[in-house]
């Protein structure tokens, strides 16, 4: 069952008030539980119902009289609308006046915090007060605010049923009498029975009492019992006209309405005029549903009402649920019926569940579940594939790139340190280093101070020294050593490509050259890792390789791993294989994919030691530092402008920058601890595996809304499903492996927001 809540209003009345309301609320994952209040009196709430339903018969019998359907253009002789309209609103202001005193808003307050806007609950006002009985409960603002409850009835004696029989014919049974149509037309009631799908009706067309007492006696049993015709309440006993001559009360038929129930009637409806005499009596039967009229009810009213909530019932919605929207619907013809749709109401025994139609058929709830699963979840696979082509669309022309990649930057600054490439040694170039070279040129490093430290170098036989300064001209004359040490093969250094590029130096052979532009990102961040390029015919910088791969290639050849290119053009070092970006790929959906890129996998924590020139210069390092190792040389003044922003700077405020001899060295780094250290490149899936990626927390998405029936129950697995998701990326990024993070974000938002926040529901209606 569902969430039920009982309101008690037997101690007390209108006039004196209700000094012990008691509600009971019953949850199906909990013990129930109960609440005491008090209501004061409302005497005015007496006197406005009484009047508005003097009104109201008024209008009624007047059209009645005149034969007439639609009101007088000229309107009534005796009754004023307006006057009608008036005394409905100030009822509705008086009840909620009433109902939200303050000796009764800790009720209020008890059940806002059990129950969620977009949940599904019965409320039951159990009273056997007869003005109580009649009151338009629905207008409580509580009960419009949580749009999936409806507002019963019940009395004050009640308990579960024991059936006898149960269904087994897979179809509603239903009894239909239809009485004495006089005035009225009964047959647009029948037309609506006999489209019912999954149910078997018997008519009775103003029968004999016997002939209705035999049908209820019937063996088979009835789920539902039916009545179209003239009826009336009279003080506590209604009566029910089923043939021109012949009347009957609840009481007339006591037995074989006892009987039928006990054979498994669950639902009386009594489709016709002041029914809530009616309702008493069968409800001391213990049946377990009523639907009555509360006054008398114009034929067409009747007719909407049946029509719309057998429909919604048959196909799936909740009983309830079913009465409320049949209900509201009367809206639509209050122009030409004043208060139609205050006339629908629900009576019910407590103690037993609400049926739905597959439950009349005979299905228990175990029996419909696997289809019904089945459809919803198809409406799940369904709506995700929609989803993901939407994300998958928009992401296509680049406009999600600008989330996409600060989000990749995010990751990795949460990378736990790695420790510092062991191969690498970097000399930097400091302020005070340029100004203690006193050269008359304006350079970060003279040929002196080059040559000094290359022959300080000399001793250790590093692999290969690597200078990231730009040398567009000869070695002094006065340092002859200094040309002879960059004639030597484990030097390299760099030009710059390009039209405005930079000459290399002219002792420094073509073989040993590397490029040292970088390829930066809209946002000015350094990701890509650039390791081939044409060269333009008017750039003076000839060399195809970059700087990186020149020093990486030249220190691997020297521990007997060479690079080749393989039959798809790719470099390979050892067994790795250097694939390149692809414009689209990834978060990259618009960028420039010049020569050969790859993604750059920054070394989380410092990458190599480092010293400055004015160290070396002194001698102030150990003897084996540089011994076999990469050296690289450049300078961290920030007088030279080179100076990049990488993934980290973005956790810095203001954001901090990074010497650009640091980027070759992480550069140099990867390619070496890739084919050394197995350190994994970073690559991203293929466009159909990004696809079922985004597609799969669609899905998961979709499984949240279907299963989750509250909003902290919903809210609570949404930020699971954001911390799987994230966890999930970030784990797959430490393997190498950058899976979107942003689209399928976008997919469950936007996912959870058309079928959740939009239409307050965590269900779908199939």
């Known amino acids: 069952m569902n969430k039920l809540v009982v309101i008690e209003l037997e101690k007390g009345n209108l006039n004196d008030g209700f000094p012990s309301v008691i509600v009971k609320f019953w949850d199906q994952n909990s013990r129930p539980m109960q609440f005491h209040a008090s209501l004061p009196p409302a005497p005015e709430v007496a006197e406005?119902?009484?009047r508005f339903q003097l009104i109201y018969q008024a209008i009624y019998h007047q059209r009645i009289s005149r034969s007439l359907i639609e009101v007088d253009a000229e309107g009534l002789n005796n009754v004023s609308e307006v006057e009608f309209s008036e005394v409905q609103q100030e009822l509705d202001q008086a009840i909620n006046s009433w109902l939200n005193s303050n000796s009764f808003r800790p009720?209020?307050?008890?059940?806002?915090?059990?129950?969620?806007?977009?949940?599904?609950?019965?409320?039951?006002?159990?009273?056997?007060?007869?003005?109580?009985?009649?009151?338009?409960?629905?207008?409580?603002?509580?009960?419009?605010e949580y749009r999936f409850c409806e507002v019963g009835l019940s009395y004050p004696r009640y308990e579960p049923v024991?059936?006898?029989?149960?269904?087994?014919?897979?179809?509603?049974?239903?009894?239909?009498i239809l009485g004495s149509s006089d005035g009225i037309n009964?047959?647009?009631?029948?037309?609506?029975?006999e489209q019912l799908p999954n149910s078997s009706t018997s008519f009775l067309v103003e029968p004999s009492r016997q002939e209705l007492d035999n049908q209820l006696w019937e063996k088979r049993g009835w789920d539902i019992l039916f009545f179209a015709g003239h009826s009336h309440s009279q003080t506590e006993h209604g009566q029910i006209q089923i043939n021109q001559n012949s009347s009957l009360t609840i009481t007339e038929l006591r037995n074989a309405l006892k009987y039928a129930i006990k054979r498994g009637l669950k639902l009386a409806i009594f489709n016709s005029c002041d029914g809530l005499g009616l309702a008493q009596e069968l409800a001391d039967l213990q049946i377990p549903q009523i639907i009555v009229m509360r006054h008398d009810v114009p034929d067409l009213v009747a007719q909407e009402f049946l029509k719309h909530f057998l429909k919604a019932f048959a196909e799936g919605e909740s009983f309830y649920l079913a009465v409320r929207y049949a209900r509201e619907r009367?809206?639509?013809?209050?122009?030409?019926?004043?208060?139609a749709s205050w006339l629908p109401v629900i009576c019910q025994n407590p103690a037993e569940d609400t049926p739905t139609w597959q439950t009349l058929r005979?299905?228990?709830h175990s029996i419909p579940v696997l289809p019904l699963v089945t459809q919803k979840l198809q409406t799940v696979l369904l709506l995700s594939v929609v989803m993901t082509c939407l994300v998958m669309g928009v992401r296509s022309l680049g406009w999600m790139q600008q989330w996409e990649l600060p989000a990749f930057d995010w990751m990795m600054r949460m990378r736990?340190?790695?420790?510092?490439?062991?191969?690498?040694?970097?000399i930097t170039i400091t302020e005070a280093d340029i100004r203690a070279q006193n050269q008359k040129q304006k350079r970060s490093l003279s040929d002196q101070a080059l040559d000094q430290v290359l022959q300080k170098l000399a001793p250790s036989k590093p692999r290969v020294i690597g200078l990231d300064i730009y040398r567009d001209f000869p070695a002094d004359s006065q340092y002859p050593n200094l040309a002879v040490s960059l004639k030597k093969n484990n030097f390299i250094t760099i030009?710059?490509?390009g039209v405005d590029g930079n000459s290399p130096p002219p002792e420094v052979p073509k073989e040993r050259l590397g490029f040292s532009d970088v390829v930066r990102d809209d946002d000015l961040i350094v990701r890509r890792h650039l390791l081939d390029m044409n060269p333009s015919n008017e750039s003076s910088c000839r060399t195809r390789r970059s700087f990186s791969l020149q020093i990486a290639s030249q220190y691997l050849e020297k521990q007997g791993i060479p690079s080749k290119i393989t039959a798809d053009k790719y470099y390979q070092l050892g067994n790795v294989v250097f694939k390149p970006l692809k414009n689209p790929t990834g978060s990259y959906q618009k960028f420039d994919d010049l020569g050969h890129q790859i993604l750059l996998n920054y070394r989380s924590g410092g990458i190599a030691e480092q010293i400055t020139l004015g160290q070396v210069l002194q001698g102030k390092f150990k003897p084996d530092l540089f011994k076999d190792k990469v050296v690289m040389i450049g300078t961290d003044a920030l007088s030279t402008r080179d100076y990049l922003l990488t993934p980290y700077s973005q956790g810095t405020t203001p954001h901090k920058e990074v010497p650009g001899i640091l980027i070759q060295t992480e550069m140099v780094s990867q390619i070496l601890s890739a084919v050394l250290d197995k350190r994994p490149l970073l690559w991203f899936l293929p466009v159909w595996g990004e696809a079922i990626w985004i597609w799969s927390w669609s899905v998961i998405a979709g499984i949240v809304v279907l299963y989750c029936s509250q909003r902290l129950q919903f809210a609570l697995f949404v930020a699971a499903i954001l911390l799987a998701l994230s966890g999930c990326c970030f784990v797959l990024l430490l393997s190498g492996a950058c899976v979107p993070f942003i689209p399928p974000l976008l997919a469950c938002l936007s996912y959870w927001v058309m079928t959740y926040g939009l239409t307050g529901k965590t269900k779908y209606d199939v």
């Not at 969620?116 to 006002?125: G, S, T, V």
């Not at 059936?163 to 239909?176: E, F, G, H, Q, Y």
């Not at 736990?416 to 970097?426: F, G, Y």
Request: charged share 30%; glycine share 4%.
């Open 495 to 497: 030009c710059k490509a």
């Open 48 to 50: 406005l119902y009484k």
């Open 186 to 193: 009964i047959q647009e009631d029948k037309i609506v029975l």
């Open 107 to 144: 009720i209020d307050q008890q059940l806002r915090a059990r129950l969620a806007l977009d949940e599904e609950f019965q409320i039951i006002f159990e009273t056997s007060d007869r003005r109580l009985r009649c009151l338009p409960w629905h207008l409580w603002h509580f009960i419009e």
């Open 362 to 364: 005979g299905h228990t």
């Open 330 to 339: 009367l809206q639509g013809l209050e122009e030409r019926f004043p208060g």
């Open 416 to 426: 736990p340190a790695e420790e510092m490439d062991p191969r690498i040694v970097v």
């Open 162 to 176: 024991k059936p006898s029989s149960n269904n087994t014919t897979d179809k509603v049974r239903i009894l239909a």
